[in-house]
């Protein structure tokens, strides 16, 4: 059992920078860790996921603006955020994928205001 805890994200201003970290109970190996998003009446959808080997994968909406970051030894994952926009505006999930089995976290709120 995995439990995933968040910290970071809030209200910032269009163009600002937030930056949200998760960290992930016990030493056992992760296969990925990342974080999702869910805009209010949408779905949930990939924001950025990082490897055990470091490999990373971003939505195309990010990519340039948002950088995924892992410590493997501590099981932590860390999502810079630059260059927001109010369309980056939802609840971040942060995400963990071990031996098979998916957690989340509990999601922290990023506002994005114009």
């Known amino acids: 059992q995995v439990q995933l805890v968040e910290s970071g994200g809030g209200l910032v201003q269009a163009g600002g920078s937030l930056r949200l970290s998760c960290t992930a109970s016990?030493?056992?190996?992760?296969?990925?860790m990342g974080w999702y998003r869910q805009a209010l009446g949408k779905q949930r959808e990939l924001v950025a996921s990082?490897?055990?080997?470091?490999?990373?994968a971003y939505a195309e909406s990010v990519k340039g603006r948002f950088t995924v970051s892992r410590d493997g030894a501590r099981n932590t994952v860390a999502l810079q955020m630059n260059s927001l926009k109010p369309e980056d505006t939802a609840v971040y999930f942060c995400?963990?994928?071990?031996?098979?089995?998916?957690?989340w976290g509990q999601g922290t709120q990023v506002t994005v205001s114009s």
């Open positions: 016990g030493t056992a190996f992760i296969l990925s």
């Open positions: 990082i490897f055990y080997d470091n490999n990373t």
């Open positions: 995400n963990a994928l071990q031996m098979g089995r998916e957690y």
